[in-house]
C-alpha cells in the first residue's frame, strides 16, 4: 500500500504480483527518487543541527554497559516501557506498529523492485499484501485512540496540546488514508483482479470510489493519489527531526544510554573542590550541561508521566518536570547561534541566555529530589540530574536559595549537623542501652558500625528510631558500635541543595574518620545516609558495605535471630515508601517483609506505591525548607495513607517520620501512631524499655 | 540459713538500686529469715507450679511479714532466673495473681492491668502534717488519692521535686494516716521525683517502690490533663522506668548482683 502501485494487469507474467510503478510514468518515477533522496538528506541535516547542539554540552561516559544497552534499546523499541501504562501503551502500540510495518512492507517492495530476483509473488505477496492492510488498520484505529485521548478524554498527565500534535496527527492520518485511496485505485485500474481481494480494505475502497469510473479516469485519479501519498511521506520525513515525533528515534537511542556509568542514587561527581579550583559549578547555560543532558530533551514524548508523579507538581507548587525538559531544549534551541532547530515556538522570549531565562528558581527548590519523574519516564530521561546541577549553580554560584536552608548550611557547618546542636550530646540517645562509643582514634572492633545518622541523634522522635534498632540488634546477637560525637552529617541535606563545597567538607571529614577506625560494614536506618554512603562516598575514596536497617531486619528474622511479637496483632498497617529507599536504591521489598513478619497485623498498601510512591516532602533537603505554595506535601501523602484506614503508618526514614507525624497531628489524627519498622518490631515485643517503640504505647 | 543472692534493683549504670535478697532454694520460717536479713523485701522463689515452661512461684515477705505483690522483688528475681540459667522466665505467680515478667539485656520488667485509683479518701490536712509539709507546696493540679494492687499507697504531688527531697516526716503520723505507705512525687515532664514513707509496714523509706511506680501510672492515667506514656521515675537512688499501652502498665529497671551469701 505505501507508496506501492502496480499496472493495470498485474504482473507482465499474468503472475500474483504487482508491478512496482506501475501506471506511473517514467518522469514521476525520475522525480520520486530525487525528491526521496532530496527529503532524507533534509531530514540527516536537520537532525545534524541537532546532534550539533547536543554536542554543546560537556563530557558524560555513556560507552560500558553494551549489552545493558542493547536490552534498553530493544524495550524501547518493543514498547516495554510504554505499556507501563496500559491505555496510553495500547494506543501508542497499535499507531507505532501499524507504521514500522507499513515502512518495512515499503522498503521491502523497493528491494523487490531492484532484486534481479522478484519475492513478492504468489502466496508471499498474498500474505504480503494482507499483513500490509492490517497494518494500515492499525495505524489508523491508533491515531483515533490518541485523537480522542488529546481531544476528547483529555487525562491529566497530557496537559498541553499545540499545533504541532495536530501536525503529526493529521500528517500521519493523511500517509494512511491517501495509501489507502491509491490502493483502491490501483485495483481498480488492473480492474479488479480476484486475487487483490486479499488487499480487502484497497479493494473495497477501490470498489465503492472508482468502479463507476471510465478507465482513463481511474488511471489519473491513481497518479494523483499515489503524488499525494507520496507528498504526505514526504511532509513525515520533514516534520521528523523538527516536531515531538523525532522520538521514534531519539527516544529508542535515548533509553540504550540511560544507564549510568554511576549508581542510580548518586549524584553526578564533581572535582574535590578543597583541592582543585573550578570555574563555574552547576549549570546554567547550555554548555554547564553535559551532552546526554541535551540529548534528553529532544527524546521527550510529551507524555507527562513525570509531571503526573511530582509530588512538587500535585500539590500545586511551579515546579513541572516536563517543563523542565522542554525548558532546557528550548533554551538550547534558541541560543544554538547557526545550529538554531527549525520549529521552535517563536513566542518564547529568553530574559537570559542560561536556562534561568526559562526556569524560575522557585521551580529548582520545589523538588525534593524523589526521583518519581526519572523512574516513571517511559525513555528514559534523567530530569532530577539537571534540576540538582541547577541547584548547584543557584546555591554557590548565585548564593539564590530559600533562606531558612541558609540557617541549615550554617548548622553543618558550625556544628556538623543540620540541627545545630551540640556534638557532644551526639551518643545520648543510647543511654541505658549499653552501646560501644569507639573514641577518637580508636579502631572498630565490632562486626559492624551503626552509622545513627543526625536525625536518629538529635530529633526527639527519631532518637527511638535509633533506639529501637540498637534494642533489636543486641537482641539478635549483632556486634556494632557507634561513633558517637565523631560522626557527622553525611553532607546529603548539602548535596542535594546543591552546596558541594559543604558536602565534601563533611564527607572528606567522614571518610577519614571511617577509614582511620577501619569500618568495612555499616548499618543505618535512614535511607539518606545509606545512599550518600553507597553511592557516593566510593567517589571519594569511602568504599564500604552499607546495609540499610531494613534489610538487615528482614535478614535476621528469616535467620530466626529475631523473632517479632504479637503485641501490635490486629493492627492495621500502611507502609509509605522511602523515596531514597526505592527509587534511588531499588528497595521495595524488605520493609514490606518486615512488617508482615510481625504477628497478626494486616499489611495495607497505598495507591501511589513503590516506583509511583508519593514523596513525605522532605527529600532534598525540602526538610530545611519552609513550604510556602500548595498543599503541605506531608498532609498530601498523609490524608492518602488515612484514606486506607490505618492504625500505624510504617515508614523507614527519619524525614518520613517526622513528615507524616506532623501530618497526621495537622489532620488531628492522635489515634494514628506513625512509626519506623525499627519501632514497630520493637512495638510488637512490647518489652518495657523507655524510649523505644511507639510513643504512646503501642 | 540457706545460701541467697544479694541483688540490687532499679539502679543507674550498676550504682544505687533497691537491695533485694532472692533464696533459690525452700527455707523453712521464711518470715524469720526475711526479719533477719532486713531488707525492705526478700523473696522465695518456689519450683514450676505447672508443666508451662518459665512460669515460677514466688512469695514475698517484708521484715514485718508477707505481702501479696510487690514491683522490686519480681522485677529481681525474673532478671535472676535468667542470670542463673539462661533460662528466661516469662511469669512468675505470686499470691496476688500470676504476673509476667523477663529481662532484656541488663534490665528487668513487670507487667500489670491497672490498679483501681481512689476509693477511700484521705484527708489532705492530716497527710500534709504527718508530712511536716506546707500545703501550699502541693500542686493544685492533682489530688491526694490512693491507688495500688492488694494494699494502696496514698498519692501526695508536689509541685516542686525540691520539696520533695527536702521531706521530713513525721513518721508516728505516717503511720497513723497511711493504708500502707505515703508515695509524694513531683514532675518535671516525663521525669518524676519522688519518696516513699512506709512505717506501718516496718519501711521507714523505701529506696525504690516498683508498685507505687506502677501504681502512679494509673493514677496520673485518670488524673492529669497530659497523661504520659513513659515515665522515669526517680527515687532516691533508684530509677526506675514506667510505661503504659493498651496491654498494661510495665516497670522495670537495672539490676545487679552484688553476690552470693548465706
Request: proline content about 5%; glycine content about 10%; charged content about 20%.
Amino acid at each position: 500500500m505505501l507508496l506501492a502501485a502496480t499496472n493495470a494487469a498485474g504482473s507482465a507474467s499474468g503472475e500474483v504480483s504487482r508491478e512496482t510503478f506501475g501506471n506511473i510514468p517514467y518522469g514521476l518515477e525520475i522525480l520520486f527518487y530525487v525528491l526521496a533522496a532530496g527529503f532524507v538528506g533534509l531530514t540527516a541535516y536537520l537532525f545534524t543541527i541537532r546532534f550539533l547542539n547536543w554536542k554543546r554540552g560537556g563530557a558524560d561516559d555513556r560507552s560500558g554497559y553494551v549489552a545493558e544497552r542493547a536490552r534498553e534499546f530493544s524495550r524501547g523499541m518493543f514498547m516495554k516501557t510504554l505499556l507501563l501504562d496500559k491505555r496510553a501503551g495500547v494506543m501508542h502500540s497499535l499507531l507505532y506498529y501499524g507504521f514500522m510495518v507499513l515502512f518495512i512492507g515499503t522498503i521491502t517492495l523497493e528491494i523487490n523492485n531492484v532484486s534481479p530476483v522478484k519475492f513478492l509473488v504468489g502466496n508471499t505477496y498474498l500474505a504480503y499484501s494482507f499483513i500490509l492492510e492490517i497494518a494500515g488498520l492499525a495505524l489508523i484505529a491508533g491515531l483515533i485512540l490518541a485523537a480522542a485521548r488529546r481531544y476528547v478524554l483529555k487525562p491529566y498527565r497530557l496537559g498541553k496540546t499545540s499545533p504541532e500534535d495536530a501536525l503529526i496527527l493529521i500528517t500521519l492520518l493523511a500517509i494512511a488514508v491517501s495509501g489507502f485511496l491509491a490502493e483502491g485505485a490501483r485495483i481498480a485500474v488492473a480492474g479488479f483482479p480476484n486475487f487483490e481481494r486479499w488487499s480487502f480494505v484497497g479493494w473495497a475502497t477501490g470498489k465503492l470510489l472508482f468502479s463507476w469510473m471510465p478507465h482513463d479516469g481511474v488511471v489519473g485519479v491513481h497518479r494523483a493519489l499515489w503524488l499525494l501519498h507520496f507528498a504526505t511521506f514526504l511532509l513525515f520525513l520533514a516534520i521528523l527531526p523538527i516536531t515531538k515525533v523525532r522520538h521514534a528515534i531519539t527516544s529508542p537511542i535515548n533509553l540504550a544510554l540511560h544507564k549510568r556509568e554511576r549508581p542510580k542514587g548518586a549524584m553526578r561527581p564533581m572535582p574535590n573542590l578543597m583541592e582543585e579550583e573550578v570555574e563555574t559549578i552547576g549549570a546554567s547555560a547550555i554548555e554547564d550541561f553535559t551532552w546526554k543532558q541535551l540529548y534528553d530533551t529532544d527524546a521527550c514524548t510529551v507524555c507527562g508521566r513525570c509531571t503526573s508523579v511530582c509530588p512538587a507538581n500535585g500539590t500545586g507548587k511551579p515546579l513541572d518536570p516536563r517543563e523542565i525538559v522542554l525548558k532546557v531544549g528550548e533554551v538550547m534551541a534558541r541560543t544554538g547561534g547557526v545550529a538554531t532547530p527549525v520549529m521552535v515556538d517563536q513566542e518564547i522570549t529568553l530574559t537570559a541566555d542560561t536556562v534561568f531565562g526559562r526556569v524560575s528558581s522557585d521551580e529548582v527548590w520545589s523538588c525534593t529530589s524523589c526521583k518519581a519523574c526519572d523512574e516513571n519516564c517511559p525513555v528514559g530521561i534523567e530530569i532530577l540530574d539537571k534540576i540538582l546541577d541547577m541547584r548547584r549553580y543557584l546555591s554557590l554560584m548565585e548564593s539564590d536559595f530559600p533562606t531558612e536552608l541558609g540557617v541549615a548550611y550554617k548548622n553543618l557547618e558550625n556544628s556538623s549537623n543540620p540541627w545545630g546542636m551540640g556534638q557532644q550530646s551526639r551518643a545520648e540517645w543510647a543511654e541505658g542501652l549499653d552501646v560501644k562509643v569507639i573514641e577518637p582514634g580508636e579502631p572498630l572492633e565490632s562486626e559492624y558500625l551503626y552509622w545513627v545518622g543526625c536525625a536518629g541523634s538529635f530529633d526527639d522522635r527519631n532518637r527511638r528510631v535509633a533506639r529501637s534498632t540498637a534494642l533489636l540488634l543486641k537482641h539478635a546477637g549483632v556486634d556494632f558500635s557507634i561513633l558517637g560525637p565523631s560522626e557527622l552529617c553525611t553532607g546529603d541535606p548539602a548535596r542535594r541543595s546543591g552546596n558541594e563545597y559543604l558536602f565534601q567538607m563533611l564527607a572528606f571529614q567522614n571518610i577519614e574518620t571511617l577509614n582511620e577506625a577501619g569500618v568495612k560494614k555499616v548499618i543505618t536506618h535512614c535511607p539518606h545516609c545509606f545512599n550518600v554512603m553507597t553511592n557516593e562516598y566510593p567517589q571519594y575514596g569511602g568504599e564500604y558495605e552499607v546495609i540499610h536497617h531494613s534489610e538487615l531486619l528482614q535478614h535476621l528474622i528469616d535467620e530466626g535471630r529475631l523473632t517479632p511479637g504479637d503485641a501490635l496483632a490486629g493492627k492495621r498497617i500502611v507502609l509509605h515508601d522511602s523515596c531514597y529507599l526505592g527509587r534511588h536504591n531499588d528497595i521495595y521489598e524488605p520493609p514490606r517483609k518486615v512488617v508482615a513478619s510481625i504477628g497478626g497485623v494486616q499489611v495495607l498498601e497505598m495507591d501511589r506505591n513503590r516506583t509511583k510512591s508519593f514523596c513525605c516532602g522532605a527529600g532534598g533537603a525540602r526538610m530545611w525548607m519552609e513550604e510556602r505554595m500548595g498543599k503541605k506535601i506531608n498532609v498530601e501523602r498523609t490524608d492518602e495513607a488515612l484514606g486506607t484506614e490505618p492504625d500505624i503508618i510504617a515508614v523507614a526514614c527519619p524525614f518520613c517520620l517526622v513528615m507524616l507525624d506532623d501530618g497526621a497531628k495537622e489532620r488531628g489524627r492522635d489515634d494514628v501512631k506513625v512509626g519506623d519498622l525499627s519501632m514497630l518490631i520493637a512495638a510488637s515485643l512490647d518489652t518495657g524499655v523507655q524510649g523505644v517503640g511507639l510513643p504512646g504505647g503501642g | 540459713m540457706a545460701s541467697w543472692y544479694d541483688l540490687r534493683v532499679f539502679c543507674t549504670e550498676g550504682l544505687g538500686g533497691n537491695p533485694l535478697a532472692v533464696f533459690t532454694e525452700p527455707v523453712e520460717d521464711m518470715r524469720a529469715t526475711a526479719a533477719a536479713i532486713g531488707y525492705s523485701e526478700t523473696v522465695f522463689l518456689g519450683g514450676e507450679p505447672s508443666s508451662r515452661a518459665g512460669v515460677r512461684t514466688a512469695r514475698i515477705f517484708t521484715p514485718e511479714g508477707e505481702i501479696p505483690f510487690a514491683g522490686h522483688p519480681i522485677v529481681g528475681a525474673a532478671w535472676l532466673f535468667e542470670e542463673l540459667a539462661g533460662n528466661p522466665v516469662n511469669r512468675l505467680v505470686v499470691p496476688y495473681g500470676e504476673i509476667e515478667a523477663w529481662r532484656v539485656g541488663d534490665r528487668a520488667y513487670l507487667r500489670s492491668e491497672p490498679p483501681e485509683v481512689g476509693g477511700a479518701s484521705d484527708d489532705p490536712f492530716s497527710v500534709v502534717e504527718a508530712l511536716r509539709a506546707d500545703p501550699a507546696d502541693l500542686t493544685p493540679r492533682l489530688p491526694i488519692a490512693r491507688c495500688g494492687h492488694g494494699a494502696r499507697w496514698t498519692f501526695v504531688p508536689f509541685a516542686e521535686p525540691q520539696r520533695v527531697l527536702e521531706l521530713e516526716p513525721d513518721f508516728d503520723m505516717v503511720k497513723g494516716v497511711a493504708e500502707v505507705g505515703l508515695y509524694c512525687f513531683a514532675m518535671r515532664g516525663d521525669e518524676v521525683t519522688s519518696r516513699c514513707f512506709a512505717p506501718s509496714v516496718g519501711i521507714a523509706e523505701d529506696p525504690g517502690t516498683g508498685s507505687a511506680a506502677l501504681a502512679l501510672m494509673a493514677y496520673l492515667a485518670r488524673f492529669s490533663r497530659r497523661s504520659p506514656s513513659e515515665l522515669t521515675v526517680n527515687q532516691t537512688e533508684c530509677r526506675i522506668d514506667v510505661s503504659m499501652n493498651e496491654r498494661g502498665i510495665v516497670i522495670g529497671g537495672e539490676v545487679v548482683l552484688d553476690g552470693v551469701r548465706s
